[in-house]
């Protein structure tokens, strides 16, 4: 039995020694989490390499996202390579398709999208603007002016082609100023009653095209389609082209990693890292055994 012990224990002996000096290692990646003190002498390799050196490691990997992985080249090959501007164009002509079989009424489309108390401020507000440009250019003198000019135009075209209504139009016209009647009349009416009309108007057509149902803003043929996707494909070209190097210098990916990594908790990076390379970490643990049980091995025939 002794004999036997003789060729056994090595190999055992090894594997496990080279089982739990690599999972130790491994551990000792992330811990312990705070240096370690007896009698007032810190021990080596406290805390471990990720504490101890997390500021370096959250400068070099912002380098590397910024630098390599992040940059504004590598962002603008994969942003505008062909297959990324073909679902460009495809989410397009997905959401017009979609769109057009949308019988859900604009306001209601609109309340979904962004709310129903900002849809009800938004068209207050529309509204308002609306009504106060209808006021002013009602008022406007040069409006007024251009109506009764409209008006003392088609006015003498018929007595022109009237003999009657010429001299009907003399005889008139040594006894009242036409033109200055029909001015104060049309300024009157511009400031009273069609101001009133036009704004109605004007509400009663918003309120019609709100009802309306999503659907009608899509009538448009496949060629119009076709056009509508290449001009989003054109402006996503040309806002990844000249704004993406702008939004990375405004973003700086490098201090946001920096921070990111900073801030993470060592145990969050802990379960974070060995959650990824799980597999890989308890390969190189079993590798540590097969390489202690090889020596050990080894050591029976030395």
Known sequence: MIEYLHFIAPPVVGGVVGYFTNDLAIRMLFRPLKPVYIF????????????????????GI??????????????????LSPEMLDKVRGKVTDFVAKQRQNNTPISMALAQLIGADTVTSVVDTVKS?????????MSDPSLSEFVTQSIMKSINEQLQSNFLYQIGGALLGCF????????NMVSNVLSGEAVEL???????????????????????????????????VELYRKVVTDKLPE??????????????????????????????????????????????????CINIFI
Do not use: Y
Not at 40 to 59: D, V
Not at 176 to 183: A, L
């Open 198 to 232: 036009v704004k109605n108007m004007v509400h009663s057509e918003t309120d019609k095209f709100l009802q309306k149902p999503v659907s009608s803003l899509f009538t448009q043929g496949d060629d119009k389609v076709n056009k509508i996707a290449d001009a989003v």
């Open 40 to 59: 007032g002498h810190k021990l080596p390799m406290t805390p471990g390499m990720i504490p101890k050196n997390k500021e370096r490691l959250a400068a």
């Open 176 to 183: 009242v100023d036409v033109e200055s009647k029909v001015r």
């Open 247 to 296: 939004i990375l210098k405004t973003i700086d990916i490098k201090q946001v990693v920096h921070n990111r990594i900073i801030n993470m908790d060592v145990l969050e990076m802990e379960r974070m890292i060995l959650d990824i390379c799980d597999k890989e970490l308890r390969a190189v643990v079993w590798l540590g055994a097969v390489l202690g049980s090889i020596i050990g």
């Open 62 to 79: 912002g380098d590397m996202v910024s630098g390599k992985l992040m940059s504004s080249d590598v962002l603008a090959e994969t942003l």
């Open 129 to 137: 603007s609306v009504d106060q440009r209808i006021t002013e250019k």
